[in-house]
């Protein structure tokens, strides 16, 4: 017979308490979304699923917006095609998520001027108008938070702004934008030419049928405007930084760069230098970087932001840079932050200042590819316009197996200014042998 156990005498009689409820919010934060795409939907979801303790939706707002009404969102919140029915109402906090910079800027204008906070995931207007809109937003006293315009759900603003204040920043670089690099690794790892690459993600929905400002850089480059300014807090505008195609990166480049030890990826680059007041080089292009680099490892669409600071060194953030849902948790986050921290704009934010030079101009060691009508001297004739601007070639390779009408073959030069370089490619793109024109790409080993 089991031992009946004795009921254990308490010293001290102590009532159970009750379990701790979470403190009810005082007022939940009232929240209207512009645009209900595919953003706008994965926020309103979001909002309603994850974050409702904080946060009521009250508006939809969408041009054509009966074509958009769901039925999986509560009869409680108002859909309407009036976007000043929504700003002139008792909301806290606009979202925009229709995208362009008209009319999405001047209804962002007026929503801080009506004294609501502002949430956006609008690349291209802040890349724009970012500084502006930051002071308006201060001479409001509301807050204007663009977490979601960069690398989606990527905490890299928050992150660099947050994370990283009290570092001294001098360098953001990464991969950001997940079309180009979905393109670059699937050709790097089938081996595909450029144009099937493209068509792959246009199918999968990874690309516009439109892919121009993926594909040239644009996009990238406004991404890159607006870390500049979170980071290094330089102002730069879009059409300062040079932007270089990916399309003109072939699949024997993959063979290239692998034997070198390196992959090719869209890197978007900004560096601040403050030896003779503040400047900037930056750029958007293809580039070499170390196989065994992180850089090296983002796969697909998704995308990797480093910020390299005077103190702690290299930080990486990297994930999804896009859609729906990864996007909408940047614009939750931001809609946190609010509830969290209030939405008065912070005080002590560092200036951004506007650089007294920005440019393009870099060095490094390079990668040249020739495809060429074979012919003997060629190499010669390259090597003396080279030398004639002082830069040194470090190897040559040619792989065998290719045309004599259309022979591929590289160059990799010593490190070397760009400027320099691109004088010395002029005169030799105006040699006779080309089947096209030479691809250069820098070698970025840090
Ligand atoms: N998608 C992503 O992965 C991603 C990632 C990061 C940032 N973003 C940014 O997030 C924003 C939204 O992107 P999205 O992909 O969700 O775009 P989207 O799918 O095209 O959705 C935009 C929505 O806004 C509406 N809209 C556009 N212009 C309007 C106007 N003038 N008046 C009223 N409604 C208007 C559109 O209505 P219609 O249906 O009539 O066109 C649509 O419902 C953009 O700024 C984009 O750069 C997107």
């Known amino acids: 017979m089991a031992a009946k156990a004795k009921p254990v005498k308490s010293k001290s009689r102590v009532k159970s308490a009750p379990a701790k409820k979470a403190p009810a919010r005082e007022k939940k934060l009232k929240i209207a979304i512009a645009g209900f795409g595919t953003v706008g939907r994965s926020v309103v979801k979001l909002l309603l699923q994850e974050a409702n303790d904080c946060f009521e939706l009250t508006h939809i707002f969408n041009r054509g917006v009966s074509r958009k009404k769901v039925d999986w969102v509560p009869a409680s919140v108002r859909w309407t095609d009036s976007v000043n029915e929504v700003i002139s109402s008792d909301i806290d906090v606009f979202v925009e998520l229709a995208g362009g910079v008209k009319p999405a800027g001047d209804w962002i204008r007026k929503a801080l001027r009506a004294g609501k906070s502002v949430v956006t995931a609008n690349k291209q207007l802040i890349a724009e108008s970012g500084p502006e809109l930051v002071d308006l937003a201060r001479e409001s006293g509301r807050r204007l938070e663009y977490g979601a315009s960069v690398a989606g759900g990527i905490p890299a603003i928050i992150g660099i702004q947050e994370g990283l204040a009290g570092d001294r920043l001098y360098k953001i670089a990464g991969v950001l934008n997940g079309t180009c690099n979905y393109i670059l690794t699937k050709m790097e790892s089938t081996g595909a030419s450029f144009e099937s690459a493209l068509k792959e993600a246009q199918d999968l929905g990874f690309a516009e049928a439109d892919p121009t400002a993926d594909v040239e850089g644009y996009d990238a480059r406004a991404k890159l405007v607006i870390l500049t300014q979170a980071g290094l807090r330089a102002r730069v505008k879009s059409e300062q930084i040079p932007c270089w195609p990916i399309s003109a990166v072939q699949a024997v480049d ?8 390196c992959a090719i990826r869209q890197i978007s680059l900004a560096r ?20 065994s680099s992180l850089v090296a490892h983002v796969e697909g669409s998704k995308n990797l932001v480093m910020a390299t600071g005077q103190y702690a060194g290299q930080m990486v953030f990297s994930g999804f840079g896009a859609g729906g849902d990864p996007t909408a948790v940047a614009v939750i986050s931001d809609l946190y932050s609010i509830a969290r921290s209030g939405s008065k704009p912070p005080s002590n934010v560092p200036e951004v200042e506007t650089p007294k030079d920005v440019s393009g101009e870099f060095t490094a060691p390079y990668y040249l590819r020739f495809v060429v009508k074979d012919r003997p001297g060629i190499i010669a004739a390259v090597a003396t316009v080279l030398s004639r601007y002082g830069i040194g070639i470090d190897a040559v390779l040619q792989r065998p197996g290719y045309p004599h009408s259309a022979l591929p073959f590289i160059i990799t ?15 030799i793109n105006r040699l006779d042998f080309h089947v096209e024109p030479v691809l250069c790409m820098p070698i970025l080993l840090d």
């Open 272 to 291: 601040k230098e403050t030896d003779d007041g503040l400047s900037v080089r930056a750029f958007v292009r293809p580039a070499l970087v170390p196989a």
């Open 413 to 427: 030069l010593e490190t070397c200014r760009s400027a320099q370089l691109g004088c010395a490619l002029q005169e």
């Open 254 to 261: 993959f063979a290239y760069a692998r034997e070198l030890g």
